[in-house]
């Protein structure tokens, strides 16, 4: 899937407007998902090369700015069911398995 310009802006905007919702910090994201904090990064800028990652990450802060009891910004390009997209490995996301290596 590849994303437009202002797709990409929208949803590097979004991530960090659940992260401030999230009340945690990068660190904490980091550590919940067992990646390291330069990792997180690419995640949130779009520049990390797996598919799946975003998805993960998305997920993660969706499910942390609920925990606090607050609505999350919807994500505009990171929509719908992850399953039902062929070029993702549902599975890896359910399980929130970021890819390997560069942790």
Avoid: C
């Avoid at 919807?74 to 399953?83: C, K, Q, S, V, Y």
């Amino acid at each position: 899937m590849s994303l437009t310009p202002d797709q990409r802006a929208a949803t590097r905007a979004e991530f960090a407007a659940n992260l401030r919702l999230s009340g945690q910090t990068p660190r904490r994201v980091a550590v919940g998902l067992h990646i390291s904090e330069a990792k997180l990064q690419r995640v949130m800028t779009l520049t990390q090369q797996s598919l799946n990652d975003p998805w993960i990450l998305r997920n993660y802060l969706l499910a942390a700015v609920a925990a606090t009891g607050q609505t999350p910004v919807p994500f505009t390009a990171l929509a719908g069911d992850w399953h039902r997209y062929w070029f993702l490995d549902a599975d890896a996301i359910d399980q929130q398995a970021m890819s390997p290596g560069d942790q």
